[in-house]
């Protein structure tokens, strides 16, 4: 078997596929162009975003209830358990968590 670094088996299964477009521009007509689809999104964007009022932020409500000492800080994994499941892996099969 043929050893990859653990990159080259990462990005070979995060590739993305897909394509945008057509999209519809403000006055209905067929954008096809892809800097004109990029223009389209970009106004549609910066549409919904606002300027806020900083000096009045709420607090945020705490959605973890339990005492500090449970919260999960520290998350430690080992690189000799993620080469053994690398190299576990043959073809496009992912390796199952046991």
Not at 41 to 66: C, G, H, L, R, W
Request: one cysteine or more.
């Amino acid at each position: 078997m043929i050893k990859k670094s653990f990159f080259a088996y990462a990005h070979s299964k995060t590739r993305c596929r897909v394509k945008v477009g057509p999209v519809l521009d403000d006055n209905g007509r067929l954008v096809t162009d892809s800097s004109k689809i990029t223009e389209v999104f970009n106004k549609q964007f910066s549409s919904v975003f606002t300027a806020e009022d900083v000096s009045n932020i709420p607090a945020a409500e705490k959605f973890f209830k339990k005492p500090s000492e449970e919260k999960l800080v520290d998350i430690k994994i080992a690189a000799q358990l993620v080469w053994k499941k690398i190299a576990g892996a043959s073809g496009r099969q992912v390796p199952r968590s046991r």
